[in-house]
């Protein structure tokens, strides 16, 4: 990571919630010197009191890069402060579902270099990953120093078009939520067959994230990987029956649950 601009130059924070703080977390992690850090918010936790970055202070000419961490409701409230700082080398990195890229160039000034990023939760442990697309102003050198300061917090994809965003928002943004609910499921139906409520929520847990480890560090792909669970008129195979039904199954459930995250993606742009 370029940490010698960043840290030469500053980095502003907008917004220091359950993704800002995460985000923040790994970048003073890998180094970034909280004196280089300036965070807007209006009710600072004492976490973020705690990390010694400059907190509501009047921010710096011509930061590195600007982190939008708002929710999109709130942009328009939230964004006024930093148009001095738009329309000039200032990079914008904006994280926020559903807002392109064009809106922030007319708030901030058409020339401006914008980022728009998706990342998602599991960035609080170092494994999230986020899909990236900047505007034509955005140097290269720019774009990786976007990518530098979110792999610092999980992987990262570039996109190659803005219009992508609604379906990667979809999946992996709001993902992970989908994977907590299938923990949760899991556990219920462990409880309805007999289990104690710790023992089922830890074995939901661990199957999940064991499962998930396999997944990403195995060359198999994970219809291979369903199949070595499965044994011929075995257990996986009666419960696959059900979860693998056309209309009722998990694809069925799936295709609608992200279209309808996308939808909203898209409805959150007008
Ligand atoms: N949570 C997620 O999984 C993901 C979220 N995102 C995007 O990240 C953005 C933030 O989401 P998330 O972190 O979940 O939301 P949070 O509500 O946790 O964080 C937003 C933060 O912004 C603060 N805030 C509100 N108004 C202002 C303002 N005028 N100036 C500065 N800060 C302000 C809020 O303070 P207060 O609470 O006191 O109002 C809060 O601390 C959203 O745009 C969302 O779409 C993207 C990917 C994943
Ligand atoms: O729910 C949301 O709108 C945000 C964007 C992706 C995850 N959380």
């Known amino acids: 990571m370029d940490l010698a601009l960043v ?13 800002g703080s995460a985000m923040l977390a790994g970048w003073l992690a890998r180094g970034v ?15 973020l009191t705690a990390t010694g970055v400059h907190i509501n202070a009047g921010v710096p000419d011509a930061p590195a890069v600007v982190i939008l961490a708002v929710k999109p409701q709130m942009m328009d409230a939230a964004l006024p402060v930093l148009v001095p700082l738009g329309n000039g080398s200032v990079v914008f990195v904006s994280i926020a579902a559903g807002t392109p890229i064009a809106k922030f160039a007319a708030l901030l000034g058409a020339q401006t270099p914008i980022i728009r990023a998706m990342p998602n939760t599991p960035a609080a442990v170092g494994r999230g990953i986020t899909a990236l697309i900047g505007n034509d102003h955005v140097s290269p050198d720019a774009m990786t120093l976007a990518e530098d300061l979110l792999s610092a917090v999980g992987q990262t994809l570039r996109l190659q078009d803005e219009s992508q965003m609604d379906a990667v928002t979809a999946l992996s943004g709001s993902g992970p939520a989908y994977v907590f609910h299938l923990i949760e499921a899991m556990a219920d139906a462990g409880i309805q067959q007999g289990l104690s409520p710790e023992m089922a929520l830890h074995l939901a847990r661990a199957t999940v994230a064991g ?3 396999l997944a990403e560090n195995t060359t198999e792909d994970p219809s291979q990987l369903r199949v070595n669970v499965t044994s011929p008129g075995g257990t996986t195979a009666a419960a696959l029956s059900v979860l693998m039904d056309a209309d009722t199954g998990f694809p069925a459930l799936l295709s609608r649950a992200i279209t309808a995250a996308a939808d909203r993606s898209r409805e959150l742009a007008k």
């Open 211 to 213: 499962a998930g480890h």
């Open 33 to 47: 010197d909280p004196a280089s850090v300036w965070v807007l918010d209006p009710h600072p936790s004492d976490w």
């Open 7 to 19: 840290n030469a130059r500053g980095l502003v924070l907008l917004g220091c919630g359950k993704m």
